[in-house]
């Protein structure tokens, strides 16, 4: 009998498979890529984009045992996540998805549902409270700090990565705890830096391919579980002491975001249907708010001050406009969120920085939740979509010399006419890539939050001998690149991919000009294994660390 059922089992498996293959085959599906060892090619988003010389702007991949179809054109990651939300709004269910974000608890990795909406609902809400009570004094008290310690160590070497990472966390821990004790700082930026660490492991990534390898032993995925358990642990204890001081604290009143969604979360509302938001949920938001904001935004700012290093007469044009602005003359002594047009090429040069450097260069994998088309093609239910936004970004049949610094193609967030081919390219987002509904909360215009960090506070007198020079995180090497440009290589440029004759004459060919390498973009040389980290490689591309940016200039820098 048992043998019976087996063979049975085998039958119908069998039928299963010669089923959906024979189904695939009436379909219209992307040209696929063989093979796949060009996935752990160095520079991936670049290859990617230029296997559209060849294949057009969408085509698919096989990873392990499923498709995964790639979007490298703005017309395309338009069709699917802004025309399409509904249809590419699910996400991929993988091993390590489904461990740290406690079975899709999380914004980013949880599907799209009316539970998740109501989720980010909640966490966007007491985001936006926190930015407007007290972020902007906030910002500028510990931006002061930072200053002072760069003016200290002006001379030397300096990781102003991790100076940023700390920042940010500092940041991040007085919003959601209401407290910038250096010990819970350097206690959640330790759990988040080790967390990051072994995610992204390669021992980690192929589970998310070979899942059935989870059975093996495996001390990558154990190191995991360990950071999963310190990361819950610290979290629950905060949620514990939040309880307590709650009881003695009037309804209606808060004092950071993790009270403010502790008194929201188990109270069901009327002509609601999503479900019940749940402590977990406020668990899983204050982990997206570390590990999602403290490397991206310090790799963000690490690229700008890596930027403005190699182009002094950028850094001069800012002092210029900061001075103006912001010197003694000036109407008011800083510019708030919601006011940029007072800045306009300090908020130009972040658009470009995103623009060069976007935070995360594959965005997160989605998941086609029903049969959909995106350019004519076929996406079948349960198909894995990636928008290559780093490819999109320099896409020479959009973009005027794509691989170019140029701040001045940029007005206020917005492009210029002569920043792109054609005039019909206005952009409100600097990052142009569209996220539609899967958007996670935040401000609305990062730029002017990355602007504040950017500036930062007057101090008496800059490098320069200026009166009232400004000085922030990201211009802290203004007016200092003269001690650096004894040994100034250039900034690691992505090669450009090989010219092929176009398959189609409606996808032109995207190459560029190959640009400078150098082996970092500080003035200090880099040894070991920062000289042999690639500029955008992915261990796995498709199912990495959501949270994963792009890697920072391997330096330290010398201010």
Known sequence: MLLLG??????????RLLWNKWKLRSLHLPPLVPGFLHLLRPNLPLYLLGLTQKLGPVYRLRLGLRDVVVLNSKRTIEEAMIRKWVDFAGRPQTASYKLVSQHYQDLSLGDYSLLWKAHKKLTRSALLLGLLDSTEGLVEQLTQEFCERMRVQAGTPVAIQKEFSFLTCTIICHLTFGDQEDTLVHAFHDCVQDLMKTWEHWSVQILDIVPFLRFFPNPGLRRLKQALENRDHMVEKQLRQHKVGRESMVAGQWRDMTDYMLQRVGKPRAGEGHGQLLEGHVHMSVVDLFIGGTETTATTLS???????HHPEIQQRLQEELDRELGPGASGSRVPYRDPTRLPLLTATIAEVLRLRPVVPLALPHRATRPSSIL???IPEGTVVIPNLQGAHLDETVWERPHEFRPGAWRGGRLRRGGARGRSLRLQNPG???CAHRSLPGPRHPPQSAGLRLRGP???GGATGAPGAARGAGAAAAGLHAAAARRRPALPAAPAPRRRQPHRAAFPGAAAAPGRRGPGAGPAPVTGRD???PHACLSFPFYYSPYKPLPSPPVNMVL
Do not use: I, N, S
């Not at 087996?6 to 039928?15: E, F, I, N, S, Y």
């Not at 690229?303 to 290093?309: C, D, E, N, T, Y």
């Open 531 to 533: 000289a042999r980290r």
């Open 6 to 15: 087996l063979l049975l089992l085998t039958v119908l498996a069998g039928a």
């Open 303 to 309: 690229w700008a001050v890596a930027f403005l290093l």
């Open 432 to 434: 142009f890539c569209p």
């Open 376 to 378: 004519g093609y076929d």
């Open 458 to 460: 007057r101090v008496p």
